[in-house]
């Protein structure tokens, strides 16, 4: 990391230590608006700098999806759409945006007169001031919407996974303003939102090794420290180095989407790898841990299920792993006419 980055992670930490509004600490140090672009009023720093935060976040167990998800609807909402008031309120800390059927199929439908109607998937636990919505259209095909909801049309219930806090959006007839995201833009924000959550990810699979690493240098098995078995520490070496390679990973796509290169291949890469490597890193802390790592309120098991259901939000790895490939054969492929 370069010096900004490291002075920015532990302004992180410092403000994940503090007992207060965790949102109202981060805005206090500049988080979201140090990454969002210039146009929003940002510093437009990029994901350089948001995947330290979202690496200290993950490392804080403190997955706060609220503000990954909020990045990326301001992203693919059209700068006209979003009020200055609004706008204000997300850099304060204060407001909060979400995606619908953006990550999944859509549970949503639109009617004629761009309403809104049915059940949103699983939300970050926050307030809400703006949805963008992917809907089915009468007819069957998809469409884009930008909607801020209102009590008469709208409503939300708390819908926890894994013990995990989070809510539905409900909506009877939300009047909603249609969307048409460039296909450039939509691609590479979604390609942003995946390097965001890489990040969190890796950033709870270090927690779960360093608190497996410590307990295992403490913990006495058969007369000597547990971490002198030659299958747990050759285990937890194995991750170790294996993070090194995904945070390289991490940080060069982040680079290249700063640069504006493509990285659909890498963001979808990272994802997937990042996925797999915390859900390997958290069972292993809850094996090494023993029946103290099941107890519900014990660090790898809080590790685990963040690594569950953050690691699910963006789609399953097999599926990351199949859209990386075919993004590297798609940039690998010869342009047409030159191939012969």
Known sequence: MDPFQVQLADAVDAA???TSDVQAELAAIG???????????????????????????????????AHRETM????????????DSLVKQVIKGTAHAVTIGVHCAPTLRADDENRLWGESEYLPDCEVSLAVVRAVAQGGDHRWYVVRPDPGTSSSRGSALLG??????????????????????????LDAARIRQAALLL????????????????????????VELQTVAHRLAQ?????DGWRLLLHEAAWRHDLGRDCAAHAAQVLAAATE????????????????GMLAHSTVATAYRIASVEGSRMGTAPRLWREAGEAHLAASSPAPGLAE
């Open 16 to 18: 994940l230590s503090r």
């Open 239 to 243: 991750l170790v180095g294996a993070a």
């Open 164 to 189: 995990l806090p989070g809510r539905r959006l409900q909506f009877s007839g939300a009047p909603a303003a249609p969307a048409t995201p460039d296909d450039g833009q939509l691609r590479r924000s």
């Open 277 to 292: 490597h915390v859900l390997r890193c958290t069972r292993l802390a809850i094996q090494l841990h023993g029946v103290r």
């Open 72 to 83: 990326l609807a301001l992203e693919l909402a059209a700068a006209d759409r979003l009020p």
């Open 203 to 226: 950033g709870v699979a270090d927690r779960a090794v360093d608190t497996a690493r410590g307990h295992v240098n403490r913990r006495i098995q058969f007369g000597r420290p547990l």
């Open 31 to 65: 988080v979201p608006e140090l990454s969002l672009p210039e146009r929003l009023g940002g510093f437009g720093l990029g994901l350089s700098a948001d995947i330290i935060v979202n690496v200290q976040l993950g490392r804080g167990l403190v997955p706060l999806a």
